[in-house]
């Protein structure tokens, strides 16, 4: 199992710029998240989605899109890039809860800069 | 306001000595609480949960605790070793929300051979 993949690894965008982050994972998950961290700080959530076709906002939604259009990928989408989009974003799975461990997946991350 | 904090300075200490990491919460309900270690430049791997009814709970040469009284849990590595030099973050299950966890900022451990 290849685990959570991202892509890219990292990217620069102007300001004003649109692009899509992808995430795929391989292990059947129905939860998705995605998360920036922001340097010295901790995760911060800011789509999940807890099947195909149902997504939810987290704490920090504004400025960012998101669909689940099947179990495997869950892609981000940044419209109108602005410098404090600048962060490391990881896209995270994990079993439905209810299980023993809410153990979350993480994936390599990427690294964006706006400028 | 809803809080979670960890130490906030990095901790550095001798290899072979016992490291402590404190996690804090104020104005949550968690249902479990767990902890991840994270290295630079990569996605946190999760370690150990511990539920709010479980005092302790160990693994190899880590132990966490968990008191929802003083709403703090509390992670040991026993045996410090360089290797286990990282940033390690604290998360919370809510029993209002499984489905997202809030995680701490992190505390990063330096262990000096």
């Known amino acids: 199992n290849a685990g959570v993949t991202q892509t890219p690894k990292f990217r620069i965008l102007k300001i004003g710029q649109s692009m899509t982050l992808q995430c795929t994972q391989d292990?059947?998950?129905?939860?998705m998240y995605w998360y920036r961290q922001d340097p010295g700080m901790g995760l911060k959530l800011i789509y999940y989605?807890?099947?195909?076709?149902?997504?939810d906002k987290g704490e920090v939604p504004n400025g960012y899109n998101v669909s689940r259009s099947t179990t495997e990928d869950f892609p981000l989408r940044l419209e109108l890039a602005a410098p404090s989009q600048t962060s490391v974003y990881f896209c995270?799975?994990?079993?439905?809860?209810?299980?023993?461990?809410?153990?979350?997946?993480f994936g390599p991350g990427t690294r964006l800069t706006v400028t | 306001s809803q809080k979670i904090e960890q130490n906030s300075e990095a901790l550095n200490i001798q290899e072979g000595k016992t490291a402590t990491l404190t996690c804090n919460y104020t104005?949550?309900?968690?249902?479990?609480l767990q902890w991840y270690r994270q290295d630079p430049g990569r996605g946190p791997v999760f370690l150990l949960l511990?539920?709010?009814?479980?005092k302790e709970k160990r693994k190899e040469r880590l132990k966490v605790t968990f008191d929802t009284t003083l709403k703090q849990s509390l992670f040991h590595i026993t045996a410090s070793q360089p290797a286990d030099s990282a940033t390690y973050l604290c998360?919370?299950?809510?029993?209002?929300?499984?489905?997202?966890?809030?995680f701490g900022s992190g505390t990063r451990l330096s262990i000096r051979p």
């Open positions: 995270a799975s994990s079993y439905s809860p209810g299980g023993n461990s809410y153990e979350q997946y």
């Open positions: 292990m059947n998950h129905n939860y």
């Open positions: 989605s807890v099947g195909a076709g149902i997504t």
């Open positions: 104005n949550y309900s968690p249902a479990y």
């Open positions: 511990i539920r709010e009814n479980e």
């Open positions: 998360a919370l299950v809510l029993y209002s929300s499984a489905s997202k966890i809030i």
